[in-house]
């Protein structure tokens, strides 16, 4: 059974850093690309990451680069999303995805 479980969020002032991890099991984990895909209070699903399965590629949606850090340790089966200068509408539910798998979620919630 593929699994996907997200942590890291919490509550961070405006300017703060999270990391996010996305913990793997049922599936070989370092064959497959990993997303992380948010959605905002009252919006859809915004895609911003993806990283292949060994983890030498990597992309970013123009609203989090310069700011997001995708990376992946295939010994730990977990993908991370380092988040720095934290910005309120980055105030989201962060999913991990492993198409057609979509773990549970983790909030961020920026605010002073």
């Known amino acids: 059974e593929v699994q996907l479980v997200e942590s890291g969020g919490g509550l961070v002032q405006p300017g703060g850093s999270l990391r996010l991890s996305c913990a793997a099991s049922g599936f070989f984990f370092g064959s497959y690309a990993i997303t992380w895909v948010r959605q905002a209070p009252g919006k859809g699903l915004e895609w911003i990451s993806h990283i292949n399965g060994e983890g030498g590629m990597t992309s970013y949606a123009d609203s989090v680069k310069g700011r997001f850090t995708i990376s992946r340790d295939n010994a730990k089966n977990t993908v991370y999303l380092q988040i720095d200068t934290l910005k309120p509408e980055d105030t989201a539910r962060y999913y991990c995805?492993?198409?057609?798998?979509w773990g549970q979620g983790t909030q961020v919630t920026v605010s002073s």
């Open positions: 995805n492993k198409s057609p798998y």
